[in-house]
């Protein structure tokens, strides 16, 4: 009887509660919305490339439960922005997106919207290579109208992508001689080779490029002073044999904008992926492609910044004045190849800043090959230099280390030690000259190709000292004043001018740049 008699009082509360409230009244709202932000920056994108999705909160901050009559874009279905409140996407039809209606916000609560763009050239031409697409949220009309602007940047492109069948979906592929047979074969990668027309790379326009651009035999593909060069995912550039890549970079009066030289990263333009790695693939430079050349560029965000694969006695690559930064595996991978290097910066990478395998013939000069790397645990140090592959079947081939010099060189990083040397029997070749390394360790130090009391091999090296780095988790690698490299290069190997275009003193301080003041 208690129970029951609990029961109806508490039933009784329960009803009366509910009669004294409005829930399912609401008042038109009377123009007092509060939002997050006056304006919404959906920061860049390419034409005809969707945006990420940003979002608005709207506020209701009065005691009453308020249906706001519409929301809806200022442009009406003209419009390229689209929009989701609180998980709907409004009217059906031309007017999805763009259009709703008695959108309910009860007291003291608040609502999302969700925008999007995708500036559709077939639509509406743009009216110049770069400029700001505009729109308006409007909530309510007449007297208690409010609003939200929308800006966006908008860049027009060229776009680089493979073929697809109309009829079969299926996705072009390269075809070129993997194995070296002499025979073309099929490959898994999609993309095409360039047109004789697409073999120049302006700074006009920004290129965009979906799958592997192609370089054929005979073709040669140049990128001019201030081109700009941007990748989609499982995307690259590959340079096949008899073909040949010349990056024409030059130095910049900006460090910041880096208006001259050539940057290659991926096509996500937002703020978030600035320094993503692994967002494209790799610049595939295959054997038998030769004279590839690179000279102020800045490579960002890939998978591998460089491979280089075969012509190990020739001159294969030549890159100066550049670097790479936020490789999810190598900065340079140099297979049994021929690579020169000069003021070059390596960064933050997944496993080896640099690594020459498989034997080949490599000469660094006032680089700076670094990796700070702190996205996950890294196997390499930042340099790795072998004279063999294992295959699949754990068979080991080995190929002569012709030679490998470093002069007047940094090698640090934040790992312990920076520096691997492995071989397996063939000529293994290899000279460091007034460089700074990381090396500290016991068990290692002092013997088999870590005798650094051998003139042989190693000359005029300081380790462990303090490189000073400007910010190296930033990827700034500018040396500061209190720089162990100070002074320890050698004039033997002296370039004159350093990467950022300053005149080296003598003796001239070790790595691509040389020592300044960091303003505080």
Same mark, same amino acid.
């Given at each position: 009887?208690?129970?029951?008699?609990?029961?109806?009082?508490?039933? +009784?509360?329960?009803?009366?509660?509910?009669?004294?409230?409005?829930?399912?009244?609401?008042?038109?709202?009377?123009?007092?919305?509060?939002?997050?932000?006056?304006?919404?920056?959906?920061?860049?994108?390419?034409?005809?490339?969707?945006?990420?999705?940003?979002?608005?909160?709207?506020?209701?901050?009065?005691?009453?439960?308020?249906?706001?009559?519409?929301?809806?874009?200022?442009?009406?279905?003209?419009?390229?922005?689209?929009?989701?409140?609180?998980?709907?996407?409004?009217?059906?039809? @031309?007017?999805?997106?763009?259009?709703?209606?008695?959108?309910?916000?009860?007291?003291?609560?608040?609502?999302?919207? =969700?925008? @999007?763009?995708?500036?559709?050239?077939?639509? @509406?031409?743009?009216? &110049? %290579?770069? =400029?700001?697409?505009?729109?308006?949220?409007?909530?309510?009309?007449?007297?208690? !109208?409010?609003?939200?602007?929308?800006?966006?940047?908008?860049?027009?492109?060229?776009?680089?992508?493979?073929?697809?069948?109309?009829?079969?979906?299926?996705?072009?592929?390269?075809?070129?001689?993997?194995?070296?047979?002499?025979?073309?074969?099929?490959?898994?990668?999609?993309?095409? =080779?360039?047109?004789?027309?697409?073999?120049?790379?302006?700074?006009?326009?920004?290129?965009?490029?979906?799958?592997?651009?192609?370089?054929?035999?005979?073709?040669?593909?140049?990128?001019?002073?201030?081109?700009?060069?941007?990748?989609?995912?499982?995307?690259?550039?590959?340079? &096949?044999?008899?073909?040949?890549?010349?990056?024409?970079?030059?130095? $910049?009066?900006?460090?910041?904008?880096?208006?001259?030289?050539?940057?290659?990263?991926?096509?996500?333009?937002?703020?978030?992926?600035?320094?993503?790695?692994?967002?494209?693939?790799?610049?595939?430079?295959?054997?038998?492609?030769?004279?590839?050349?690179?000279?102020?560029?800045?490579?960002?965000?890939?998978?591998?910044?460089?491979?280089? @694969?075969?012509?190990?006695?020739?001159? #294969?690559?030549?890159?100066?004045?550049?670097?790479?930064?936020?490789?999810?595996?190598?900065?340079?991978?140099?297979?049994?190849?021929?690579?020169?290097?000069?003021?070059?910066? *390596?960064?933050?990478?997944? !496993?080896?800043?640099?690594?020459?395998?498989?034997?080949?013939?490599?000469?660094?000069?006032?680089?700076?090959?670094?990796?700070?790397?702190?996205?996950?645990?890294? !196997?390499?140090? $930042?340099?790795?230099?072998?004279?063999?592959?294992?295959?699949?079947?754990?068979?080991?081939?080995?190929?002569?280390?012709?030679?490998?010099?470093?002069?007047?060189?940094?090698?640090?990083?934040?790992?312990?030690?920076?520096?691997?040397?492995?071989? !397996?029997?063939?000529?293994?070749?290899?000279?460091?000259?007034?460089?700074?390394?990381?090396?500290?360790?016991?068990?290692?130090?002092?013997?088999?190709?870590?005798?650094?009391?051998?003139?042989?091999?190693?000359?005029?090296?300081?380790?462990?000292?303090?490189?000073?780095?400007?910010?190296?988790?930033?990827? #700034?690698?500018?040396?500061?004043?209190?720089? +162990?490299?100070?002074?320890?290069?050698?004039?033997?190997?002296?370039? %004159?001018?350093? *990467?950022?275009?300053?005149?080296?003193? &003598?003796?001239?301080?070790?790595?691509?740049?040389?020592?300044?003041? =960091?303003?505080?």
């Amino acid at each position: 009887m208690k129970r029951l008699l609990s029961f109806l009082i508490l039933l +009784g509360v329960l009803l009366f509660w509910s009669s004294c409230r409005n829930d399912f009244e609401f008042s038109p709202s009377t123009g007092d919305l509060r939002f997050e932000r006056d304006t919404v920056y959906l920061d860049t994108v390419f034409t005809n490339i969707g945006s990420s999705t940003y979002n608005l909160k709207v506020y209701n901050r009065s005691d009453e439960d308020i249906v706001i009559p519409t929301i809806r874009l200022e442009n009406g279905t003209n419009s390229f922005y689209r929009l989701n409140v609180d998980g709907t996407t409004g009217l059906d039809g @031309e007017q999805e997106g763009k259009f709703f209606e008695d959108v309910e916000l009860l007291a003291n609560d608040s609502l999302f919207i =969700f925008i @999007e763009t995708t500036y559709n050239t077939d639509t @509406e031409p743009i009216p &110049t %290579n770069e =400029f700001l697409y505009t729109d308006r949220i409007l909530f309510d009309a007449g007297s208690n !109208q409010q609003d939200v602007d929308l800006v966006t940047l908008v860049k027009d492109a060229v776009f680089i992508y493979p073929n697809r069948d109309e009829e079969t979906g299926i996705v072009e592929t390269l075809t070129f001689d993997v194995d070296g047979d002499g025979t073309p074969d099929e490959t898994t990668l999609q993309g095409r =080779f360039l047109d004789n027309s697409e073999l120049t790379f302006t700074n006009e326009k920004p290129y965009v490029i979906y799958g592997y651009a192609g370089v054929n035999d005979g073709q040669t593909l140049t990128m001019e002073a201030g081109a700009r060069v941007h990748f989609h995912a499982d995307s690259g550039i590959i340079v &096949t044999d008899g073909g040949t890549l010349n990056i024409n970079g030059a130095l $910049s009066t900006d460090l910041d904008a880096l208006e001259n030289e050539v940057i290659l990263e991926g096509d996500r333009l937002e703020p978030l992926f600035e320094d993503v790695p692994g967002q494209w693939g790799t610049i595939w430079l295959f054997n038998g492609s030769a004279n590839n050349t690179i000279n102020y560029a800045t490579i960002k965000n890939a998978t591998i910044g460089i491979l280089s @694969e075969g012509n190990q006695t020739e001159d #294969k690559l030549n890159i100066t004045n550049s670097q790479i930064y936020n490789s999810s595996g190598f900065g340079i991978l140099g297979r049994a190849t021929s690579i020169t290097a000069e003021n070059v910066v *390596i960064n933050n990478s997944g !496993q080896s800043s640099f690594a020459g395998t498989l034997g080949g013939a490599y000469n660094f000069t006032h680089c700076t090959i670094a990796n700070y790397w702190n996205s996950s645990f890294r !196997q390499f140090p $930042s340099v790795l230099l072998n004279d063999f592959v294992v295959d699949e079947n754990n068979t080991v081939f080995t190929n002569d280390l012709i030679e490998a010099n470093f002069n007047n060189c940094i090698i640090y990083g934040n790992d312990n030690p920076e520096l691997l040397l492995e071989d !397996q029997g063939a000529v293994f070749n290899y000279k460091f000259n007034n460089c700074l390394i990381r090396f500290n360790n016991d068990n290692l130090s002092g013997s088999g190709n870590y005798d650094f009391n051998d003139d042989t091999f190693y000359e005029n090296n300081v380790f462990n000292e303090d490189p000073d780095f400007e910010a190296p988790f930033d990827n #700034k690698l500018r040396i500061g004043e209190n720089s +162990g490299a100070i002074e320890i290069g050698s004039t033997d190997f002296l370039i %004159n001018v350093d *990467i950022a275009g300053d005149t080296r003193t &003598t003796p001239p301080d070790a790595g691509a740049y040389k020592s300044t003041v =960091f303003e505080d």
